[in-house]
């Protein structure tokens, strides 16, 4: 079946412009999740969604950071003013029990931010 | 704070060999483990888990190994091949699902 999209898969920008980077989840999966991967580097978590709950945004940087989820599906992260240490492979995960129960999480293949 | 690192950022194998890329967990309260493998321009992709109340799990050619004593992580590959080459992490959570916390990831080289 269809896994996780992301889209677009490459975002070049100008510092101080904005950028918004979609997330098509898994159909059926409730918990949606946000990372972001710096070259060479671990994944850092921003953000998660689960249902119908108020996300946990304790990963997110600034205030410049937000993100929101549409009808429980579709999740689009925003950077306000970005600035070139914004630049990094923004990935995208979602699964099915969220803090039910202990399960993977499955990946989209990022999109790549390059901020000039 | 809390973290999860890797002792070796790099490892380089024999086709054939066996692997053993190591990873170490400070948070006591972890009760699930997972390791990721990531090729060049793909997100990561699930390898294997392990709950805490558990020591060992086998999977196809993969084992991890989980020593809460010492707060360590291993995942073995046998009979490694040139398609095992990536980076691997270990991740990390203290809740049931949640966020998952990343050590910084082993580049795994497979040479023929």
């Known amino acids: 079946g269809a896994g996780v999209s992301q889209s677009p898969s490459n975002k070049v920008t100008e510092k101080g412009k904005d950028v918004e980077l979609r997330c098509d989840p898994i159909s059926g999966h409730t918990a949606l999740y946000w990372y972001r991967q710096s070259l060479g580097q671990g994944l850092e978590f921003l953000i998660y969604?689960?249902?119908?709950?108020?996300?946990?945004k304790s990963g997110l940087p600034s205030d410049r950071f937000s993100a929101e989820r549409t009808g429980g599906s579709v999740s689009t992260l925003t950077i306000q003013r970005t600035q070139q240490e914004d630049s990094a492979v923004y990935l995208c995960a979602s699964n099915t029990l969220g803090w039910t129960d202990y399960e993977e999480q499955y990946f989209g293949p990022g999109t790549r931010l390059t901020v000039t | 704070g809390e973290s999860v690192g890797l002792h070796l950022p790099t490892l380089s194998v024999q086709e054939g060999d066996n692997s053993i890329i190591n990873c170490a967990y400070s948070?006591?309260?972890?009760?699930?483990f997972i390791w990721y493998k990531q090729e060049s321009g793909k997100g990561p992709q699930f390898i294997i888990d392990i709950r805490s109340n558990m020591d060992k799990r086998q999977g196809q050619r993969v084992t991890v190994l989980l020593n809460k004593t010492v707060k360590h992580l291993s995942l073995q590959i046998a009979a490694t091949q040139p398609g095992d080459s990536a980076v691997y992490f270990c991740?990390?959570?203290?809740?049931?699902?949640?966020?998952?916390?990343f050590g910084q990831g082993t580049e795994l080289s497979v040479k023929p």
């Open positions: 991740a990390e959570t203290p809740n049931q699902g949640g966020k998952l916390i």
């Open positions: 948070n006591s309260a972890s009760d699930y």
């Open positions: 969604f689960q249902g119908n709950s108020a996300p946990d």
